[in-house]
Nanobody, 128 residues
Framework: QVQLLESGGGSVQAGGSLRLICTAS???????MAWFRQAPGKEREGVAA????????YYADSVKGRFTISHDNAKTTTYLQMTDLKPEDSAMYYC??????????????????????WGQGTQVTVSS
């Protein structure tokens, strides 16, 4: 069972930056690491994902050019660098892990139901 622990959330003003950190244990067999977010009253949405063995990255259109996902294999840690933050980025951010190696196809990376393990979340609040 993969265990995930997020950190790095906080409150910033619009235009600011934050770096989210997801520390994983028992990661053997995991192919994809991702960040999702969920704002009050909204569905959970995929923000970014990385196919960890190839380093291929995937992003939601709303964050392209502003967010960067990366993964350190040695530390089994996944990062989400967020820049030029906007109030609409405010949400609880969750780290997720998937064994499914086919998520690169057809936008599968953004489907929350295809992930096997989840962290408890870290709150990001962006004020205007």
């Amino acid at each position: 069972q993969v265990q995930l622990l997020e950190s790095g959330g906080g409150s910033v003003q619009a235009g600011g930056s934050l770096r989210l950190i997801c520390t994983a244990s028992n990661i053997r067999g995991t192919n994809f690491m991702a960040w999702f977010r969920q704002a009050p009253g909204k569905e959970r949405e995929g923000v970014a994902a990385i196919y960890i063995y190839y380093g291929t990255t995937y992003y939601a259109d709303s964050v392209k050019g502003r967010f960067t996902i990366s993964h350190d294999n040695a530390k089994t840690t996944t990062y989400l660098q967020m820049t030029d933050l906007k109030p609409e980025d405010s949400a609880m951010y969750y780290c997720a892990a998937a064994r499914d190696g086919t998520l690169w196809s057809g936008g599968g990376w953004s489907v929350s139901g295809r992930y096997n393990s989840w962290g408890q979340g870290t709150q990001v609040t962006v004020s205007s």
